[in-house]
């Protein structure tokens, strides 16, 4: 069974860089049949994606956020990170970190928990 | 990317059935047969329910079951259980590659 966890700071000020990490079970970040995403969560429960990594290291972000996110992989085979620069309390939500399959049947199939992450001074 | 519509609220007793839609546009739900439906208690993570419009995954019960029609798609649960209480969210990709969710239906179980 494939489990995910994030993980990073909880208060982040504004014009900071928001930084989480997502470390997995159950699976290697070099299998090619998947994306390894993140979505968040705001307050009132609207969902938005915010995009992936490959395994390749390529990546594909969410126009909406204008160049203000990095999704990369980790330095080992079970973990990939997030980084959101230039935050603002609209960026206040719960991030998931997620895998996407790519391949037949596609949809997002693993989660993880989320966490709550505010940005306020 | 707008967000496909879902209804805030449904509520069922238990033994009946529920159906919660998902509208989109032909850009996304229309467009592909990749909606996918995931039960989320809160404080937990997401599960998902359903893949590419009407198939579910295995361990997933059969009184779960998906449905698309033009840009609308359907989850309807049977036979509500006291522990179907929970918040259902839809997903589709979209024509940009990306992905779009619903707003997230919350259902109570009478």
Known sequence: QVQLQESGPGLVKPSQTLSL????????????????????????????????????????????????????????????????????????????????????????????????????? | QSALTQPASVSGSPGQSITISCTGTNSDVGGYNYVSWYQHHPGKAPKLLINEVNNRPSGVSDRFSGSKSGNTASLTISGLQAEDEADYFCSSYTRTSTLVFGGGTKLTVL
Do not use: H, M
């Not at chain 1, 049947?105 to 993880?112: C, E, M």
């Open chain 1, 21 to 121: 990490t997502c470390t997995f079970s159950g699976g290697s970040i070099r299998d090619s049949s998947y994306y390894w995403t993140w979505v968040r969560q705001y307050p009132g429960r609207g969902l938005e994606w915010i995009g992936y990594v490959y395994y390749t290291g390529s990546t594909y972000y969410n126009p909406s956020l204008k160049g203000r996110v990095t999704i990369s992989l980790g330095t080992s085979e079970n973990q990939f990170s997030l980084e959101v620069s230039s935050v603002t309390a609209d960026d206040t939500a719960v991030y998931y970190c997620a895998r996407d399959k790519r391949v037949k049947p596609k949809a997002i199939d693993f989660w993880g928990q989320g966490t709550l992450v505010t940005v306020s001074s």
